[in-house]
C-alpha cells in the first residue's frame, strides 16, 4: 500500500479516541494537590492503573505521530480543499497536541515532569509584556502547582483542539472496528512495557525531557530561552504554514522546513547523548 493511499488521519482518530478513553479513567484517580504521590498510588495501588497510564501515554504519543504523517500525506497530495482556513487549521491543532503531551509530561510531576515544568515557565516568562499573564494562563506551576496545568490538560487545550479541528473531523466516521489490530497493538504494548517514571536522584543533575521537547533543551544550553524556546519554535510554525498547497513560497518554504528539521534532529542526538 502506497504511503498516500494509508488513511493516516483515520489512524490518528482511533488513536485519540483511546487516549480519551484510557486519559478519563486516569482523570477519576488523579489528585493534582499531589501529583507525584498520585501518579504513584495510580501504578501500584489502583486495579490495572500500570496498564491504563501506559495505554494513556503511549496511545497519546502514536496520536501525535500519526497527525504529523497526516499533515505529510497532505502536503504531498496538494489537495485543492487545504484552503486558507483549513490548513492554519491543521497547523495550529498539531501545536495544541504537543502541548497536551507537554503537559501530560508536566502532570507526572516525577524528576522529568518537574524539570519540563521549570522550564517551560522560565521560557514563557521570557516572553516580553505577554509572559506573566501567559504563563498564568498556562502553567503558573511555582504559584499554583499543578491545578492549572491540570485543567488545561483536562479541559482547556481539547476544547481547543476541538475548535480546530472539528469542522474537519465531524465529516469523518471512525470507529474502533476499522482498525482493530492499532487498538490491540497499543494494549498489548501497554500491558508489556510500561510507562515511565522517573525519580528524583541525588546527585543527577542533567535530566532529559521528553523526546520531541530535547533538543530545544539542547538550545538552552547555549542561547537565551526567549531565542531558543519562542522564537525557534516559532520559525517552525510559520514554515508550516507556508507549506499550504497554492501557497506563493511553498517550495522555499518546503526547503526551509527541512533544514529546520534536519538541524532540531542533530540537537536531539546531542541532547541525548
Not at 517551560?120 to 506573566?132: K, R, V
Not at 522517573?198 to 526567549?226: C, N, S, Y
Request: aromatic letters at 14%.
Amino acid at each position: 500500500m502506497r504511503f498516500l493511499d494509508i488513511k493516516w488521519g483515520a489512524r490518528s482518530i482511533a488513536a485519540l479516541y483511546v487516549s480519551l478513553f484510557s486519559g478519563l479513567v486516569l482523570a477519576l484517580q488523579y489528585d493534582a494537590s499531589h501529583p507525584y504521590y498520585s501518579v504513584s498510588v495510580i501504578d501500584t495501588l489502583v486495579p490495572f492503573g500500570t496498564f491504563w497510564r501506559s495505554l494513556h501515554f503511549y496511545s497519546s504519543q502514536l496520536f501525535l505521530l500519526l497527525l504529523v504523517l497526516h499533515f505529510l500525506a497532505m502536503f504531498l497530495k496538494n489537495p485543492p480543499s487545504a484552503s486558507l482556513l483549513n490548513w492554519p487549521r491543521l497547523v495550529f491543532a498539531m501545536l495544541v497536541v504537543v502541548l497536551l503531551l507537554f503537559s501530560g509530561y508536566i502532570l507526572r510531576a516525577d524528576a522529568t515532569g518537574s524539570s519540563a515544568g521549570r522550564i517551560a515557565e522560565n521560557i514563557i516568562l521570557s516572553i516580553p509584556i505577554l509572559g506573566h499573564s501567559l504563563n498564568a494562563f498556562l502553567f503558573d506551576i511555582s504559584a499554583d502547582g499543578m491545578r492549572r496545568v491540570y485543567a488545561n490538560h483536562l479541559i482547556g487545550l481539547g476544547l481547543v483542539f476541538m475548535v480546530l479541528t472539528w469542522p474537519h473531523i465531524r465529516r469523518y466516521v471512525v470507529g474502533w472496528r476499522q482498525f482493530p489490530w492499532l487498538i490491540l497493538g497499543l494494549a498489548v504494548w501497554a500491558a508489556l512495557i510500561p510507562a515511565p517514571m522517573d525519580a528524583a536522584k541525588l546527585g543527577v543533575f542533567h535530566i532529559t525531557g521528553p523526546w520531541f521537547f530535547v533538543g530545544m533543551q539542547e538550545m538552552l544550553r547555549h542561547i537565551p530561552p526567549l531565542l531558543a524556546g519562542v522564537i525557534w519554535p516559532a520559525l517552525l510554525v510559520v514554515l508550516l504554514l507556508l507549506l499550504r498547497p497554492g501557497a506563493r513560497y511553498r517550495r522555499p518554504a518546503a526547503i526551509l522546513t527541512l533544514i529546520w528539521l534536519t538541524a532540531y534532529l542533530v540537537l536531539t542526538i546531542i541532547g541525548w547523548r
